[in-house]
């Protein structure tokens, strides 16, 4: 399974960061996993951010959810982020994962994309 995030790299603060994540090798609504996105801010932390299954429910870290929307593309295999609102300490390097558990904060499960990374600065 390969991933790759695709979106702007500069969003300007109380804007909406729209990230895309365009799967190939595997299927968004066949594969049973979790489809996630994690990010990384400098110097800190992977934080996982949410995830929808195959089946379409969606989960979402709770100190992130009022600003967080995740989606798909069936058609196009893609699974998208909105983060609403964004303020600088949102800049990091967003990621796209598949793996089995709900809320991977480790490379070393299941398989990644190379990151995306957003700078929110005007």
């Known amino acids: 399974v390969q991933l790759q995030e695709s979106g702007p790299g500069l969003v300007k603060p109380s804007q909406t960061l729209h990230l895309t994540c365009t799967v190939s090798?595997?299927?968004?609504?066949?594969?049973?996993?979790?489809w996630s996105w994690v990010r990384q801010p400098p110097g800190k932390d992977l934080e996982w951010m949410g995830a929808i299954e195959s089946s379409g429910s969606v989960y979402y870290n709770p100190s992130l959810k009022s600003r967080t929307s995740i989606s798909r593309d069936t058609s196009k295999n893609q699974i998208t982020l909105r983060l609403s609102s964004v303020i600088p300490e949102d800049t990091a390097v967003y990621y796209c994962a598949v793996a089995q558990t709900l809320g991977v904060v480790t490379r070393a499960e299941g398989y990644w994309g190379q990151g995306a990374q957003v700078t929110v600065s005007s």
């Open positions: 090798g595997g299927s968004i609504t066949t594969d049973h996993g979790y």
